[in-house]
């Protein structure tokens, strides 16, 4: 964690605003690009904001000012002296003072969030700002006039939405007590508050030194101005310019569906969820710095947000539109590494996360399958996407794949361990040959996988997602599949293992469990104790029953998304994987009978 | 659009060429023009519509079945179970989205099946599919010359298709067909009817699929058993369709298949094949069309054989 | 499967009974052995101990007849010709002609052993007798008094022992009917018996020629004994030699608890219980030309049983003592084949089986701790104990172990894939080397094992058990045991599709999941992650945590020998065992929490 | 068994060495015509009762503790939760049946505390153990020798039994101990009671311990951290108890450690010793025993420390 003071081109500077105060600002990064304005939170300072801007300081010219009260700014005692109009007082003069006559794109995080809903909404300062991103702060208007509305005509979901929000904003009314928050920042609240974050957010770095008192003066924030906007919310805060809104789905303070009804006060609106909490400034710098730069070009470019791909919006309808849009909040811009991508489950997802804008790194031991798949992942609107040739089960190649993806592309925020084979025949049949394929694509492909984009997660510590692809035979035992079954029951066996260690680091683990999936796979798989013949025809009828099946790969992509979204531990996908995962559950011994069946030959 | 047919022997004569020429170049004529003059909001009912008008004007009053017209991801057969989803909806056109206008007039005796996909605007899904649809229509009459059964040539098409990462669309239509006979019909008055298909036709439907059932071949080309054998002489309305992700994309037009097994598709200035031409596409076999092409040899034979083989040993 | 007529020596004879009955009589094997006298039972001939037969000739003079109405011997018409009295006369004039001097030992099974215990409670033929081994056919007479006295004086046991028996004796009541069972085996029953015996008793032979009219003659040696003798037993049947009981544990037409009550009948009885159907000498021939071998043997030498080892004796009580003389009928004789032999679960494993009398191979890559393990099970009374040193990840050494297995003892009867090494540490401190080694020997030593050993069994289709020991690892995942766990579940998962598959050969397969237990394996654990020192310490915390929770590796070799015999699919041990795998079951969540616990350190 | 004790200091005078190996033959003495008398049916306090009487008879009035018998599993101490099982019952000896006689008769001051193991005729398992128990006599006085504390040799003692695939036995006792220190003890009149101890050598126990806390030693001998430095000079009762299956073997006997650090075994002459002659047995390591023995050098301390390691490093 740098300072921003260290920036590249760093100059500090005062602004003189009204009522004395006196504004401490920093301005760096690349003079000659757009200025990004960004607006800390409480009980934060500009350095916030340091990691971010770090990360766009080649780009962009970055602007940050402590806000009255907090870091190195004066400290006005007087409780009304932390009124929004000051605060906007304060922003128009730090405007006037780094940009006279452009625009900037202005970026708030929490408190810093709230008072810049006032900016973008207010004439004098609105015309100003060329785009706002909003980080966990929502406008005291918007927030008024929704609970009202909750109030007043309430509907279950906006009912139990107000409740939610009710009970994450303890910390609101504790803030309006007199006098105590004040002794508990400077006492033992700030002393312990950065460990309690911490574990909490699953990775910050150490706090500025001015936390108590910037804590116990921000609280006039709070006082100054929430009671009276609740109680008389203007109607017409509209923000009319770009509005990018990145909700963090583990923000223990804001509920996320406080957030259902915005579009009507900001009508070009492009929402972002990221997986973390409440100081994502913090804990994914890359993915902010990311979302915000883009956003950025994008206004610069075309003076408004990209539009959704064609092909998407014209696909879309009811819930798969619905899905696209989740899709494209979650993954735009995120980095996603896929083995297997070549065909089947792998490539169906490389696509899904292609139309949802992700980046993407495709692989296959098979070239020509893999660069397909890139094809049609930029035809289907994927940020980048490129192939590489690997078998998973080499060691030295993963490891080689792992270093070139670091240094080309970053740290990837999910990676699909999901490169197969498929294998069938009876124990006695299956040759020792033909196990140890089996596990080292299958289960040796996972633990390279695992490990070497595992560690650069942990070590980079603004969290991911592995998704393993393991099986319904990982829990469904057969006759039939023993050696696959093995494998993914291995795999499904580390996946559990691994969520739980990557838990404390902020990174998702799911193990995702198909049934029976018409993709490639069964068009390769060995059926051992069978004639070459016979082989060829057992393949062609277990490609045609799968196909018949129809249940397409694309289902399974969904549900990768899916549970990588919700971060879920184990996800069956067909309804059979279901069945055989609740009666792995509750009824053994029917899948112990079941395993007796003949497979369909 | 697959359709029933009446019976034609094969070893069709040079003016019944022409004559077969002449009202698939009618046929394409008609969707180019109608095509031209959609505009957003307009129903694929008003399409089939506009393409019947057209045609009747050129004096076409016999068909092999009513225009259809499908729009956005009916193009792909998004959702289709029953038959009936087939005929034209009130779906409207809006901006970017694919289309697929398939006819199938009868002219002077003449039948033709065609089938014309495109979009309203630019769309880049589309666009890929359609360059794809190249190494299909090369692939299909490489490998007919080479002697291949219609159930492997269906094989090696799915199989392309699973490698190009797209789906087999055309296993939506009835009974799964990529291709039917089409035949020279006696002049007449019939009108259609029946859900849009010519009474004859189904009558003709009949006649082949007993004939064929009794000499071994089948007037359907799907890849069921029944069509494991080499294609029989004659005309087949060949129809690959392609499906991505809520988008389809198809061609329709006729394979000529001599009594000798060789092979040509029928027309080459298709509008199809001049979009390809500009954008510098061609499949990826030797695109021989023409009959006075190279005549299929062991080199050919070999390559499409060779492909089959590749995308059978195709790994995971 | 031979004829008795092809036996080495064999000499075919007639003797003539009374009533002008003639009996086909056979005599094979060594002459100057002990003699014993095989009887065959209903619907068979003598040819039902062809296999046991051929396994017995090389140390004993055999001798074999059948029975009047069957085979080739006389089949009278009259009901009245198959009253007991008139077979005692048979056996008696067989005795005649084949030991005017001496004494024979007898084996009957079925009927044969039915009729036989009316041979050795009359004293005319019992003097003649030296031994008896009876094989699914209780006296008439024991089974009216036991029957009577569950209705005179009922006990919950007595009544549902006899409800039991009187619903596998559904056979009897049809063989009373007049004429239909006759036309019913000369037709469609004769026709489709041999397929429907096949398929319940796994494996099983062709039938004779003969079998269609031996069944209808058959049919009157019920008629003419059954209803008589259930309502007027005779109250001295006592057989005073000693007397081996086989009970077959599947078998279809008698309850085993009907024999609960054996001893008072027998006073010198050994009980033995085998791992099959009803027709044990078509199907266990090894086994049963084992027990009869060594029991012909122990009554040459001793004119008695050998008692039970002194050691066992002494330790016995009540429970243990009950548990003892399970396994006892169970394993004696019993060829076993255990790796990991050397410490903990496969040492402990390898002393229970020799307690009860079994012939063990014990295998471990360490030299002197197998042999060690065998010094102790001699001690215990192991029948045989050979040590062998393989390292069970090794491909080629666990094949010469087979082959030399094989060659030396025969096909093992149950084999035990117990070694396994423990490690321990976080996912990515594991290195590819350490997952490496761990799966070669957690999953591989057990594919192995199951592989050679598992086709050697089918091979033979006598049956066999496989045991593999997974751990309570495998279905409770942990962070702390990454590798491990995986490997455990990948063996678990083995043995489900395992167990699966050779369900219709006749050979169990048991997943042994052990919690907690104080073996060698946590002095040996590899802590990756950790220094050598700070490694060291963790072994020593470890082993004596294990060592204080007092769960001994005895405790899962009872699980083990329990399991075997019930033929239990995975056997949980200690009571975190159980709860992980209830917990698995039905709040896989409970686990998912317990997994991100750090392990005592 | 193990029992509290006066404290004793080290240096312990020729005569007085005497003394102690008087009283421990005596013990064994005792132990050898009890257990001669011994027929099927003798219950364990009858047994402890002849043991007592035989003592007395030769003029021992005062205890350590009063004699133990365990007949069966209770040689192992199966089942044995509380001190208070450790007394001898009414179980009654059987044919083939273990036992074991335990007597800490005081004669003259001097104290004498030992173990008798052996069976009603025949038993091979304990014969077995028996036999085991040679190397863990050899390995406790050479590791004494060699330095190591006495908590490495209670672990020592443990690998080995491991190995052996014996169970450690004398982790039942109370403390845990595998020894205790044994002292001169004035003499005096007091007769055993609380329980079966002496009382002076309760008092005794708590003296040394307060003692031994201060100066960093304990007079008992278990895994303990306060177990962890090399023997203090003076007597030892040393009894490794070695279970299997519910038969348990143990000696136990006096070890000499002098302020030098050397150590060697009281008497060469007790019944075990003369039972391991007659069958050949010596401990794995040099039987060390008599100060007249060759000093233990370097050899002996590393043999020790090889013996240990390799204990150590065993594989699963």
Not at chain 1, 498 to 509: D, K, M, N, T
Not at chain 2, 280 to 296: E, F, K, M, V
Request: contains cysteine.
């Amino acid at each position: 964690m740098t300072s921003l003071y260290d920036l590249p081109g760093a100059r500090r500077f005062e602004v003189a605003s009204t009522d004395g105060v006196r504004l401490a600002c920093v301005e760096a990064g690349n003079p000659a690009g757009p200025t990004v304005l960004l607006l800390h939170g409480y009980p934060d300072t500009k350095e916030v904001w340091a990691d971010v801007a770090a990360r766009l300081a080649d780009r962009y010219r970055i602007v940050a000012y402590d806000v009255r009260g907090a870091g190195e700014s004066s400290r006005p005692d007087a409780t009304s002296a932390y009124a929004l109009h000051r605060l906007t007082d304060d922003f128009e003069h730090v405007l006037d003072a780094v940009a006279p006559d452009g625009r900037v794109h202005l970026v708030g995080h929490d408190w810093g969030s709230v008072q810049s809903w006032e900016f973008v909404t207010t004439r004098r300062t609105a015309e100003r700002v060329a785009s706002f991103t909003t980080v966990s702060g929502p406008s005291l208007d918007h927030l008024a006039l929704v609970t009202r509305e909750g109030l007043a005509r309430p509907t279950p979901k906006r009912l139990s939405r107000n409740v939610e929000q009710l009970f994450r904003s303890w910390y609101v009314y504790a803030l309006h007590m007199p006098v105590v928050p004040e002794l508990a920042w400077r006492g033992v609240l700030g002393k312990h508050w950065p460990a309690m974050m911490a574990r909490s957010e699953k990775t910050l770095g150490p706090p500025e030194p001015s936390l108590p008192e910037d804590a116990a003066f921000g609280a006039k924030l709070y006082r100054a101005n929430v009671r009276h906007r609740m109680a008389a919310p203007r109607h017409d805060a509209i923000a009319e310019m770009p509005v990018q809104l990145v909700v963090p789905d583990r923000d223990k303070f804001l509920a996320k569906r406080l957030y259902d009804e915005l579009d009507r006060f900001a009508p070009h609106l492009t929402r972002r969820q990221v997986s973390g909490g409440h100081w994502v400034p913090r804990t994914r710098p890359d993915l902010m710095a990311r979302w915000i730069g883009e956003f950025v070009d994008q206004v610069e470019q075309h003076g408004t947000a990209k539009p959704a791909t064609a092909a998407a919006t014209l696909a879309s309808k009811g819930r798969k539109a619905r899905r696209d849009e989740a899709n494209r909040r979650r993954f735009a811009g995120q980095l996603a590494v896929i083995t297997g991508a070549g065909s089947g489950i792998g490539r169906a997802t490389a696509l899904s996360l292609a139309e949802a804008g992700a980046r993407l790194v495709l692989v296959d031991r098979d070239a020509a399958s893999a660069e397909r798949t890139v094809d049609l992942a930029q035809v289907l609107g994927a940020a980048e996407a490129y192939a590489e040739t690997v078998d998973v089960s080499d060691a030295e190649a993963m490891e080689q794949l792992a270093a070139k993806v670091r240094a080309t592309h970053g740290v990837p925020d999910l990676v699909v361990n999901n490169a197969g084979i498929g294998i069938a025949g009876s124990f006695l049949d299956t040759s020792p040959e033909e196990w140890k394929r089996t596990l080292d694509v299958n289960l040796w492909g996972v633990i390279h996988g695992c490990r070497l984009f595992g560690a650069m997660m942990v070590e980079r510590g603004q969290g991911g997602h592995i998704v393993n692809t393991a099986s319904a035979a990982a829990f469904q035992p057969s006759k039939g599949l023993p050696a696959y079954s093995t494998s993914k029951a291995a795999v499904l066996m580390l996946s559990e293992c691994l969520r739980a260690e990557f838990a404390s680091h902020g990174i998702g683990v799911t193990a995702i469990c198909p049934g029976f999936v018409a993709t490639g796979i069964t068009g390769a798989t060995r059926f051992v104790g069978t004639s070459a013949e016979k082989e060829r025809s057992l393949r062609e009828k277990t490609t045609k029953a799968y196909k018949r099946r129809g249940y397409g790969p694309e289902k399974v992509a969904d549900a990768i998304l899916r549970a990588v979204a919700e971060n879920t531990a184990v996800q069956p996908v067909t309804p059979e994987a279901h069945a055989a995962y609740a009666a792995s559950r509750f009824t053994p011994r029917v899948l112990r009978a079941l395993a007796r069946v003949d497979l369909p030959k | 659009m697959a359709t029933p047919l009446m019976a034609a022997r094969a070893g069709v004569s040079g003016p019944d060429i022409d004559g077969f020429r002449t009202v698939q170049r009618l046929a394409y004529d008609c969707a180019e023009a109608v095509a031209a003059q959609l505009r957003p909001g307009v129903t694929e009912r008003q399409a089939a519509a506009m393409m019947r008008r057209w045609l009747a004007d050129r004096g076409v009053h016999d068909w092999l079945h009513l225009p259809f017209a499908w729009f956005g991801d009916r193009t792909a057969f998004t959702g289709f179970k029953v038959p009936h989803q087939f005929f034209p909806t009130g779906r409207r056109l809006t901006e970017g989205m694919p289309f697929i206008l398939d006819a199938a007039p009868i002219y002077q005796g003449y039948t033709a099946d065609i089938g014309y996909t495109s979009s309203l605007g630019p769309n880049r899904v589309l666009d890929h599919l359609l360059d794809d649809l190249a190494v299909h229509r090369a692939l299909i009459v490489e490998a007919v010359r080479a002697g291949r059964t219609l159930r492997q040539i269906y094989l090696d098409v799915d199989e392309l298709m699973a490698r190009q990462g797209y789906e087999n669309r055309h296993r939506a239509y009835p009974f799964g067909v990529i291709a039917h006979r089409v035949g020279k019909i006696s002049d007449g008055t019939v009108r259609p009817h029946a859900f849009g298909f010519g009474s004859r036709a189904l009558l003709g439907l009949l006649q082949d699929g007993v004939r064929g059932h009794r000499e071994g071949w089948s007037p359907l080309w799907n890849p069921r058993k029944s069509s494991d054998h080499p294609a029989t002489p004659g005309l087949w309305a060949v129809e690959p369709h392609l499906g991505f992700r809520g988008v389809g994309a198809k061609f329709e037009e006729l394979l000529v298949v001599q009594e000798d097994g060789d092979a040509y598709w029928l027309d080459d200035t298709l509008p199809h094949l001049r979009r390809w031409a500009g954008r510098g596409i061609s499949g990826s076999l030797a695109t021989g069309s023409a009959p006075d092409a190279d005549p299929p040899g062991e080199t050919a034979a070999r390559a499409v054989v060779a492909t089959a083989e590749a995308i059978a040993k195709e790994a995971v």
